[in-house]
């Protein structure tokens, strides 16, 4: 009897956790599989395991190049990873309840809210429906673009397979693709770094996957309400900040680097600028090797790679909400105000305290791990921290170093996805709980900071 119980009593974020250790569990198995190889080719089961944890929180690190070593099943159980941890397993699993005409039950509507970000449980079921048919929609617009693109060098069965592929991997955020069956192992889309369609099709596809359906859908509903909700304002004017001093920032840095930018005309530098700028804050895809980049230019994209995208997307990262929350209360500070003010909303002190301790929490994570890391590989210590942030952050952008990575370096990192991937649910979880009403409150006391 007690043991029926049990399940029900699990908190949300602890069925979470290990729904998607579970279903990463049940991809490295599948991808240990012969049929999941190219023929003569062998996995060690930590490799299968870095890879599943890697596509389930839609990171994209890579210890085996994705388009050479995967056979065609290989490469579809990695599609589904992906398409279940952006969209999360709980949505997909109520989508397949939905089909079957069940009704979703209370608890599972909670932990479908805690999966979402939502503040209320009302209307949770309405928002997956939308959620899933915005992912597919545009998942599949942009197959079908990939797909016209590719058709151009591949015959048409390898062009719709590859635009299927990527279109997926690319909106979730995920960083993984087949190019190195075309180009060579490991080199991604660097080979495509002046197209500017195949450059265009991708920028909107990492943009809307980390925008968040929030304020897609709020976007979609403008026209007849005329109105954005503060979440939606905050997120689309912080992303369109970060991305255009990210592409500044990048151009001037990289701009005469024979080994990024330097060769390129104007149009494409400028171009290839905007393109690291969107796709470092949670993309994982790149146009440019990210290990000739200058240091400085290094060091600003493990900046932009630590803010990540919007909450409720398939993006990582503190999130631009976070990051808003933090600069407001910087200004606040400076200006000798009492309240956090955005577009003319005062910010609670309840979400002032949880930006600043997501914030400080991620920072001790990748503190200690990076120190961990540092003592594990002999790697250069910028290289090691670009690849913890990347991975927590759940990024997927690599200095060239995981392919190299020991078994206890491969063990950290895979642990550093899963947490990014999961820690700030949990986090938000913790720190949403219901406050009792303290009976009494301790003394004001002062300390000198600065």
Excluded at 113 to 135: C, F, N, S, W
Aim: net charge positive; glycine share 10%.
């Amino acid at each position: 009897m007690k043991k029926k119980q049990l399940p029900n009593r699990m908190s949300p974020p602890k069925f979470l956790a290990i729904g998607f250790l579970s279903i990463a569990l049940i991809g490295t198995l599948l991808l240990k599989l012969p049929i999941s190889v190219e023929h003569g080719i062998h996995t060690k089961f930590i490799d299968a395991f870095f890879t599943a944890v890697s596509a389930i929180s839609v990171t994209g690190l890579t210890v085996v190049d994705t388009g050479t070593h995967w056979s065609t099943f290989g490469q579809i159980v990695i599609l589904m990873l992906i398409q279940l941890g952006g969209l999360g397993f709980m949505t997909s699993a109520t989508w397949i309840a939905l089909m079957l005409n069940r009704r979703i039950s209370l608890r599972e509507r909670m932990i479908l809210q805690e999966a979402m970000g939502q503040y209320q449980i009302q209307g949770i079921v309405d928002l997956i429906r939308r959620v899933l048919i915005y992912a597919f929609t545009i998942e599949g617009i942009g197959a079908l673009l990939l797909t016209l693109r590719f058709w151009k060098e591949m015959p048409l069965t390898d062009a719709v397979y590859l635009g299927v592929f990527q279109s997926v991997s690319i909106f979730n955020n995920a960083g993984f693709d087949l190019l190195g069956s075309i180009h060579g192992p490991f080199t991604g889309f660097v080979a495509y770094g002046t197209d500017p369609v195949l450059n265009i099709i991708n920028m909107f596809l990492i943009f809307l996957g980390g925008i968040g359906f929030i304020v897609m859908f709020d976007v979609m509903e403008y026209p007849k309400c005329r109105k954005l909700s503060l979440h939606s304002k905050v997120v689309l004017t912080v992303s369109a900040l970060l991305i255009g001093i990210g592409a500044i920032a990048l151009f001037m840095l990289e701009f005469s680097n024979q080994a990024t930018l330097g060769p390129l005309s104007y149009p494409q530098k400028i171009m290839a600028s905007f393109f690291q700028s969107i796709t470092s804050r949670s993309g994982g895809i790149s146009t440019v090797d990210i290990g000739e980049l200058q240091q400085s230019t290094q060091f600003f994209l493990i900046m932009l790679m630590f803010i990540g995208a919007a909450p409720g997307s398939t993006g990582g990262g503190i999130k631009v909400t976070t990051f808003a929350v933090l600069v407001g209360s910087v200004i606040t500070m400076i200006k000798g105000k009492r309240d956090v003010v955005l577009f003319r909303n005062r910010i609670s002190e309840a979400i002032v305290y949880r930006a600043v301790t997501l914030t400080i929490i991620s920072l001790l994570l990748l503190v200690g791990f990076s120190m961990f890391l540092s003592a594990t590989e002999s790697k250069d210590f910028l290289a090691i921290l670009f690849e913890a942030v990347s991975a927590f952050c759940t990024v997927g952008l690599s200095m060239g170093i995981t392919t190299d990575l020991s078994e206890a370096g491969k063990v950290t990192i895979a642990i550093l996805m899963f947490l990014g991937r999961l820690g700030p649910l949990t986090l938000a979880y913790a720190l949403n709980r219901k406050r009792y009403k303290e009976l009494y409150r301790h003394p004001e006391g002062r300390i000198i900071i600065g």
